[in-house]
């Protein structure tokens, strides 16, 4: 397998300001002999990053970036609350920097006071965390990321990147019972909503790329922000808007598994510059396209949102240039927040972008949702895509323009160079085999969605009989629910996804709205391939 056919090359980013592909000998993009490691739901991720934190020494180092931090969020039960843990840490001498999201109003249903608080308290024990607004208007950080450097250790150096923030309703496990501490969400989550969301573990060489993405997000030298509000407010706290330098980044950890990580990531084109990426960057963007030109058997994807039609039409000309392509959506049965400005917008993104799919793959296209086993429908948070059990990501990014053109993103895209050993070894039919990375982490999904303990997964490794076994659990359920729920209910968690209806005039309202508020292109302007990617 040639790891140029599914990654970008140098010159394919678009980017030529950043570093993390200067970092490389031979003008390779991206980093091999690693080991990456998936880590589903919040509470086993949690768990070991406590565990991790708290072996941290003086002179060792803890960089994070968050979407949203909740400073009283446990890791693990009383006493491990992130802002504790975190600022244990500094106390300790490690150098702990953080860049939170300066975030939008509260009232908005933002965190704009949460992550002011755990920057508080980080900085009070003698670590430094700042909140970053060096986002266009109405754009956000939504990079999840946390990298531990050991300074006399490196080979226990490991990064983080995926969807999970470490706030409140993350720390939830594979039974989906919920965080106990829960975030407000649409009244049929219930009172401690259940949440799907995978992390990625990495540990070799490419851990000093996720470590060079924070740096040059942390030595940006344009303010936290231009709104002369918050400087003001800024100033009349005192709080910390000047970034103190890094120490010098340590070589990179030794290489210790078969896996090339290439980042990808998404930045605005500012009018106030980027210096990392004057003119953006899309690369998120023209990684997935690069990988499904090379799409051939199964597409399997887990995603917050796919909204946007535009995005979706990508995935739809995979579909229709390989007749026998299937793609399988794992998302969320209903929006996040109730009400016509919250949900709406939403289920109309999301039957625009399905009705693209369905034209283009017919019944070789499928969506599902998740419940768990007291039919409490799961929010589905995670960003997943696995291709042909070669290529793989696990990110921040969701499928909408948001992610592809404005917000900051951050995806990890793995390659194994292990080849899986169990048929079908090519489903592909491209000559690059099932790949065990890949494989395992589709696997390891289904058998939460189908219900399925150990390994039991032998009639999954077809993509035929893996997109049948999800239809056949997901129908066998349906007709459990409209049955009345009489008699033992079946094995597995899926459901059929049923686009809501909309009236024509909420559509008339709803259209605009979601396409000016809820969804903006980076440029601003009609997303164009010529343009975006």
């Keep these: 397998m040639k790891e140029d056919d599914w990654f970008l090359k140098g010159e394919e980013r678009g980017n030529p300001a950043t570093r993390i592909d200067a970092r490389h000998d031979d003008d390779i993009a991206w980093s091999g002999g690693n080991t990456v490691r998936p880590i589903p739901h919040g509470a086993p991720y949690f768990a070991e990053l406590l565990t991790r934190v708290r072996e941290l020494r003086a002179g060792d180092l803890l960089l994070f970036t968050d979407w949203r931090g909740d400073p009283d969020e446990r890791l693990d039960g009383p006493g491990t609350e992130v802002a504790d843990v975190f600022s244990d840490a500094a106390r300790r001498g490690v150098v702990v920097k953080g860049l939170l999201w300066r975030s939008h109003w509260d009232r908005l249903r933002f965190s704009e006071a949460e992550n002011r608080h755990l920057g508080e308290a980080i900085e009070a024990a003698g670590g430094e965390c700042l909140r970053d607004m060096r986002v266009p208007p109405g754009g956000s950080h939504h990079q999840k990321l946390v990298v531990l450097r050991h300074r006399a250790e490196p080979e226990r150096d490991i990064a983080y990147v995926g969807g999970i923030d ?15 501490q829960a975030t407000p ?5 219930g009172a401690h909503p259940p949440w799907h969301d995978v992390q990625a573990a990495i540990q070799g060489p490419a851990v000093g790329d996720v470590e060079a993405v924070f740096r040059e997000r942390w030595e940006d030298p344009q303010p936290l922000t231009r709104n002369p509000l918050h400087r003001l407010a800024d100033l009349i706290r005192h709080e910390d808007t000047r970034a103190d330098p890094l120490p010098p980044q340590f070589p990179d950890p030794p290489a210790c598994g078969p896996h090339a990580v290439q980042l990808l990531r998404t930045y605005a084109h500012r009018r106030a510059r980027y210096p990392f990426a004057p003119r953006g960057e899309r690369s998120i963007a023209r990684g997935y396209l690069k990988a499904l030109r090379r799409a051939r058997s199964l597409i399997y994807i887990e995603d917050q949102y796919l909204w946007s039609p535009q995005i979706a039409e990508s995935f739809a000309e ?177 459901r059929l996804y049923e686009p809501a209806p909309l009236s024509p005039l909420t559509s008339a309202w709803a259209t605009p709205f979601y396409r000016i508020v809820c969804d903006p292109d980076g440029r601003p302007r009609a997303m164009r391939r010529s343009g975006v990617y």
């Design 318 to 494: 995979a579909l229709k240039a390989n007749p026998g392509l299937l793609m399988i959506s794992v998302l969320p049965l209903h929006p996040d927040q109730d009400g016509a400005l919250n949900g709406t917008p939403q289920i109309l993104g999301r039957n625009q972008a399905l009705s693209v799919l369905r034209r283009a793959g017919g019944e070789r296209f499928a969506v599902y949702g998740v419940e768990n086993r007291d039919s409490t429908p799961v929010y589905v948070h995670a960003k997943v895509c696995i291709v042909d059990d070669v290529w793989a990501t696990i990110g921040s990014d969701n499928f909408n323009r948001r992610s592809w053109t404005y917000d900051s993103e951050l995806t990890c895209a793995v390659l194994d160079e292990t080849p899986d050993g169990r048929e079908p070894r090519d489903p592909g039919g491209h000559g690059d085999g099932a790949r065990r990375f890949p494989r395992d982490l589709r696997l390891t999904l289904a058998r939460e969605h189908l219900d399925r303990p150990g390994v039991r997964d032998a009639d999954l490794l077809d993509p035929e009989a893996f997109f049948a076994a999800f239809a056949d659990s997901a129908h066998a359920l349906e007709r459990w629910h409209a049955g009345g729920r009489r008699g033992p209910r079946p094995d597995g968690r899926l």
């Design 166 to 180: 470490l706030c409140w309703s993350r720390r939830d496990d594979a039974s989906h019972g919920g965080d106990t």
């Design 185 to 189: 969400m649409a009244e049929v989550y």
